[in-house]
């Protein structure tokens, strides 16, 4: 540019043209779109990684905490608990939980969720962590295939929290016995696996589902019995006290336990695999299979006391079946009372003998049983009611050939069949054990004690007069005795008198026999000194012989 | 009272920098203050433009300025990401309503009053309205001069994350939402810096 010396007047001049370079300044549009942009990624990335939510319901909300209870599963933090709130009617905490994009997936229809609080039971303890941390929310996931966003909650944590390998099995019982959720499930003795649930089914039985560790699934097949553990189980019945039990911790939380059957038998509820019946104890679980129930009646003309439903229905000694009923009935011909008893048979039971019998009927029917019943009646089988034990009077009903037994006519077309019998014994027993306790009355007992008693007293008598006679008398005997022997004592003490004069006498007897015996002497080689007297003495060497006691 | 004469009527401008008024006629050779060669407008160019962009670039920042979390601790008894609006809550019911009233102020109060005092002043502005002319100019200073007061909560999580740094017991982390509230500061600023507040003054032609 040049500067003009003299500058013309504006109006003379055309004015410069000034143009401004309209982008730069417009450049800074550039910010905010850019902050736009940011922005919106940030925000779309957070939509993105943004999990499901979820709403899980429980009966009660405690300890959970909006923006602080986690979602775990597998112990792993997989969500937060985002609202709680409580549904429509009021009845259930409905409490709604973000989680992480990357466990959508395991959020199928039949996966659980539970509140983990620290619990104590019998068997374990679990949550104590929570203790400190607050409560979580447990999760495990389901093996459904369709997505689920609404859950309702356990009350209890599943007993396999993280599903490990292993089997699941379905066990059918009419009860469970004192079975909790957790129980362990025993093979031989050793714990491989535990109750995972319990049913009542909508027919009123049990389906207690189990859960066996991996290892030890294998040991389950077709042929495996499962049976209760649980308690202690104390049976007193006919044969004694019986006390059963698996161990000390299935006593206290119940249990089960199962092992091979027999090998031979069919598979008791063939049906789908992993369903099993769950027998009362090992010895129904290991009996072969019974089959179907076949009933009889049979009609006993004598009062049947002590005969109760649950008795058994013996069959050459062998326990075929029980009785379920026992009526009165009335026998218009003779007016009498005849006892109905109803009984129901396993005649499978019977084992070899019933399956070689009727083996010409291979179909288990009435038709099979009643042709095999009659068979064995024209070979004298009869029903007798038996004494089990003589003390408590029970009664079981006896299956026996009685060929002597009059024939009676076996109607096989009757259902139930009826089954000809004979009278019990135990009444004639009665009448003999009468006729015993009658004699033993007869006893003259009373003159016999009697007799006894006037014995007794004549005894005692004697007695009291040795007593009170004879006695005192020996005693006087006792202390002369006594002073007899005490004076004796002193008499023959050497400082006595009569001890000393006694040593006296025989000393002076002593010289009085050596005098005489010097006379004696003399005399023999003097025999004249007795005419002649006594000579003067020529023998020196004897000189104190007899000095002075020589005299005669 | 008589309307002052303006300078675009006097054929005047003035030096922004060391404050000398220059005959325009001068301008048309040399957009230079002759005295501090600092350059003269007679008014910023794009000036209502540019406050425009950066308006609406804070106002966009300041979304995620509030949704993203702007600091993480984690402690004893779990971890917590907390965001600007939940920590002034989390105050307010901890009894600690003082602290919280701070927090709002600088974080929500301040930069709400400069968005709508910006928009005020540009839409008024656009339409060469002169309503409350000498309220407005005293707006605009105020709005420059709260504008760093929201630098508060910048501070505050830089002080927590350096100070808190216990392990296991405690710890505490900046998130991304205190950058971008840091960034909503900053474009507010630049944004009421690029007002020019003379065109308040101006009259329709």
Known sequence: MSAAPTPPSEEELPAPVVQNRRWVPRLVWVVPIAAAVIGMSLLVRNWANQGPRITISFLSGEGVQVGKTLVKYRDVAVGRVSAVGLSADHQTVVVSADLSKDVASLLRTDTQFWIVRPRVGVGSVSGLDTLLSGVYIGMKTGAATSRERQFVGLENPPALPHGPHGRELQLHATRAGSLAIGAPVYFRQFQVGRVIDENLLPDGSTRVTVFVDAPYDGFVKSVTRFWNASGIDVKLDAGGLKVQTESLAAVLVGGLAFDDGPTEAVPAAAGTPGEFTLYKNETDAMAAPDGNPHYVRMRFAQALRGLEVGAPVEFVGVNIGSVIAVDLGYERQDKSFPVNVTAKLYPRRMGLAYSTLAAQGKTESDETLAAFVGTLVNRGLRAQPRSTNLLMGTLYIALDFMPASPRVPFDASIRPLELPTVNGTFQELEASVGQLVKKVNNLPLEKIAADLHTDLTDLHETLSEIHSRMLPSAEDTLSALHSTLDSADRSLDVASPLQRGVTETLSETRSTLQAVRELADYLDRHPDALLRGRRPQKMPERPAASSSDAKP | ?205
């Not at chain 2, 006097?10 to 050779?29: D, E, F, K, Y």
């Not at chain 2, 007679?42 to 425009?52: D, G, N, Y």
């Not at chain 2, 100019?137 to 909560?153: A, N």
């Open chain 2, 1 to 205: 009272m008589t309307a002052l004469r303006q300078s675009l009527e006097l054929g005047l401008s003035l030096c922004r920098t060391c404050g000398l008024v220059v005959p325009r006629a001068s301008l048309r050779i040399d957009r230079r203050c002759p005295r501090c060669r600092s350059g003269i407008e007679q008014r910023t160019p794009f000036s209502t433009e540019k406050t425009l962009a950066w308006l609406i670039a804070g106002i966009v920042l300041y979304i995620p300025a509030n949704l993203l979390p702007v600091m993480h601790t984690s402690g004893l008894l779990g971890e917590q990401d907390s965001t600007i609006l939940g920590g002034i809550l989390e105050f307010w019911r901890s009894g600690d309503w003082d602290i919280a009233l701070l927090i709002f102020t600088a974080s929500v109060a301040v930069p709400f009053t400069k968005f709508i005092a910006i928009g005020l002043l540009l839409l008024t502005v656009r339409k060469s309205s002169r309503w409350q002319q000498h309220q407005r100019t005293v707006l605009y200073r105020v709005v420059e001069f709260i504008g760093y007061w929201s630098m508060l909560d910048v501070i505050v999580v830089a002080l927590t994350a350096a100070l808190m740094q216990f392990q296991v017991l405690g710890a505490a982390e900046p998130r991304a939402g205190i950058a971008f509230f840091c960034a909503v500061v900053v474009v507010t600023m630049l944004s009421a810096l690029s007002f020019d507040p003379r065109l308040i003054w101006d009259r329709p032609a």
